[in-house]
């Protein structure tokens, strides 16, 4: 990652859902940007499965190559991305998003003026009939708005919208790959990050729209998973000479009221409710993985 062919370099890790990474990949040829200043790199975290033929048609579009690993989880397929780059900048987002026209120059405006700083951005559900998704994203946007309510100082983002240089990616070592679930590892990775020294800004122009469809058990299964990488992160967190901080009784008020602003009618009760359960579930994915560690 030392010469930079490119300026930005945007990593797509993917795992069995060929119709998803079609329209992501779609959404990179809209991008008002100059084609030869950006490459894309699909990283197929499946052997088993081949993506020869979504990718094809793409690549006399864009810029685009294709690497394949055995299943190994979204933080080890984006490092293998990342370390095959060529551009100053790494951009990062999943399969089941589509960006913005403007991202990949909104994106240079602000690195314009931070050129070393994490640039986080939003995120905006791209289903907002299913309530389960709906309320899946009003749970990111209150921990945006309690962890980055100072731009300029932010501390929380996720891994399917944001940007850094590439040689400070490498220099903190990239994603913990001990993560093996897409749960956890942005945390500990903005985590690290400011523990380095380095600055994160959230720029709510640099936009993404999420299509996660959800169910009630898809749901519930993502926020155990979320639990099972809160277990990981304190491990970690524990063993390095900045401990992680018990969050203050307000923190969970705030977020078990947060719906009845975001929302009106029997939408804002659904999802407070969601909200509940969400805590349910992260609880017992936390305790689930404490008893596999212990079992250990």
């Known amino acids: 990652m030392t010469n930079h062919q490119f300026i930005f370099s945007i990593i797509v890790p993917t795992y069995a859902r060929p119709e998803k990474l079609t329209a992501c990949l779609q959404s990179f040829t809209k991008l008002e940007y100059p084609r030869d200043r950006f490459q894309v790199i699909v990283v197929n975290d499946s ?74 951005g939003r995120t905006v559900n791209a289903l907002p009939d299913n309530i389960y998704s709906t309320a899946s994203q009003q749970l990111i946007d209150y921990l945006y708005s309690y962890y980055n309510a100072i731009a300029d100082r932010a501390k929380f983002f996720t891994s399917n919208n944001f940007a850094l240089p590439a040689a400070a990616f490498e220099k903190i070592g990239g994603f ?29 122009e640099v936009i993404v729209y999420h299509a996660h469809e959800l169910t009630l ?20 967190t ?49 305790f689930w993985e404490k008893n596999i560690h212990d079992q250990k």
């Open 47 to 120: 052997t088993e499965i081949s993506l020869e033929s979504t990718v094809a048609p793409f690549q006399e579009q864009i810029n685009l190559t294709l690497l394949t690993q055995p299943n190994s989880g979204p933080a080890t397929a984006r490092n293998t991305g990342a370390f095959a780059a060529t551009g100053k900048f790494l951009v990062f987002t999943d399969d089941d998003c589509t960006v913005a026209p403007d991202w990949l120059q909104t994106l240079e405006n602000q690195f314009a003026q931070i050129p070393y700083g994490l640039i986080g």
């Open 176 to 204: 913990d790959t001990s993560f093996g679930l897409a749960a956890g590892e942005d945390r500990e990775f903005c985590d690290r990050w400011l523990n380095s020294g380095y600055a994160a800004i959230y720029a709510p």
């Open 217 to 236: 058990h898809k749901f519930w299964r993502q926020q155990f998973n979320y639990g099972r990488g809160a277990f990981l992160f304190q491990q970690i």
């Open 238 to 286: 524990a063993k390095s000479a900045v401990k992680g901080k018990l969050q203050h009784p307000s923190f969970y008020l705030n977020l078990l009221t947060y719906p009845f602003a975001q929302a009106s009618g029997i939408q804002k009760l659904l999802i407070a409710g969601l909200f509940l359960v969400s805590q349910v579930a992260i609880t017992a994915g936390l």
